[in-house]
């Protein structure tokens, strides 16, 4: 009998941790340019949290001082601190993004920089007083909206293009390190635990600018940005975010695959600690006949802009061309033989792949660029709930 209490005093309390231990990391970021699009479609209430771990509201930008502020000020008055009644003009209380992520279990972390705006992390990294400055602001921001954590999003240390230098390889860091240790210290004051993370370069090129091993010791997790491998940028087509090599042409490092094989078997960062990109949106090519080919540069009369639609909007041109999947690099694209113009995306199918790549090589999780992608008019989220259920039907 007194065997018998024991087990069940055991299984009381460390079956929540194995529960826990057993779930999947499913990282959205939610972009603040995104909350009024399509009629204010995706805001905070909305959002299906049930399906989340964490959030990270993007952007915060690093200023020269070594601050942090905001990229939109009306977005970031909605969305973290909540709706404004119309008939009083008060804010209503509970209905901000973090208010809502957090009545849902799920965790909210600010992602601080991005492609528009890492312009100023090596000058901040290089000076202690500036880099403590950061830290000490990235600590205010916490405090201000609540946020759980911080996910430092520089692309790229050393990169020429955001006025990257030689040194960055090691103030970078430095800079995670003194944000680590600020977080620490905010740690003893409230009782509460601060994640850290960064969104890090799925390419060699960019990788051997970081201390890798060194910044994984610091990070609570690593977010590898596997996307963007091939775009309008080079002079031959290819694909978004291959899982595999599609020919014996193409860098076997530049996929999925490949940028999660240098994080782990190279660098020895365990599994564990690593989350996958996984991209709601595609890349198209105009004047192009198919994957591997040279072309035009991006289609901007099926995607204005800069030729990358959003899954929603591939979806709404699917018609227009035809379906093919390749089965080396497990990714569907669209062709238009006619119009000469090719879109490599991702799909239910290729996600399924990405999901199950995941739950066999005991990867931690994935990231979400990002998470307005795939939610319809409907309110359903095709591509998420494919992530959603394979992670869920693992335990």
């Not at 991006?298 to 379906?323: D, Q, T, W």
Request: aromatic share 14%.
């Amino acid at each position: 009998m007194k065997n018998k209490i024991i087990i069940l005093w055991m299984l009381i309390v460390f079956y929540p941790v194995f529960l826990h231990s057993q779930a999947k990391e499913i990282i959205g970021y939610y972009f603040c340019r995104k909350w009024k699009e399509r009629n204010r479609l995706v805001v905070p209430r909305r959002i299906p949290y049930d399906k989340f771990t964490i959030i990270n509201y993007a952007f915060f930008k690093p200023l020269p001082t070594g601050e942090i502020t905001g990229i939109d000020a009306e977005a970031d008055s909605f969305l973290l601190k909540g709706e404004i009644d119309s008939l009083s003009g008060k804010r209503i209380p509970g209905t901000s993004l973090i208010d809502f992520a957090h009545r849902n279990n799920v965790q909210v972390m600010l992602s601080i920089g991005g492609w528009e705006d890492s312009n100023n992390f090596s000058q901040i990294a290089s000076d202690s007083g500036k880099r403590s400055t950061f830290a000490k602001s990235c600590v205010n921001s916490i405090k201000t909206y609540g946020f759980d954590g911080i996910d430092i999003d520089w692309e790229f240390p050393c990169y020429p293009f955001h006025n990257g230098k030689p040194q960055d390889k090691y103030n970078f860091t430095l800079l995670l390190q003194n944000l680590r240790d600020s977080l620490n210290t905010l740690e003893k004051k409230t009782g509460k635990y601060y994640l850290l993370s960064a969104a890090l370069p799925s390419a060699l090129s960019h990788i051997v600018n970081i201390e890798i091993k060194k910044v994984a010791n610091i990070l609570d997790f690593l977010n590898v940005m596997t996307y963007d491998y091939h775009g309008a940028w080079e002079s031959i087509s290819g694909y978004n975010a291959p899982l595999y090599s599609f020919s014996p042409k193409d860098d076997p490092l530049l996929t999925v695959d490949g940028s999660f094989k240098l994080y782990h078997q190279t660098y020895n960062i365990p599994a564990s600690k690593i989350n996958i990109g996984i991209p709601f949106y595609g890349r198209s090519y105009r004047g192009c006949e198919g994957p591997g080919t040279p072309h035009k540069g991006p289609a901007v009369s099926v995607f204005p802009g800069e030729g990358s639609g959003a899954y929603y909007e591939i979806l709404n041109v699917m018609k227009l061309f035809k379906r093919c999947w390749d089965n080396k690099a497990k990714v569907p694209y669209l062709i238009d033989k006619s119009r000469k113009i090719f879109i490599s995306y991702d799909d239910e199918e290729s996600i399924a792949y990405k999901a199950d790549y995941v739950l066999k090589n005991h990867i931690r999780g994935v990231i979400i660029w990002q998470i307005t992608g795939d939610y319809l008019k409907n309110g359903k989220t095709p591509l998420l709930d494919v992530i959603y259920k394979k992670f869920n039907s693992s335990k």
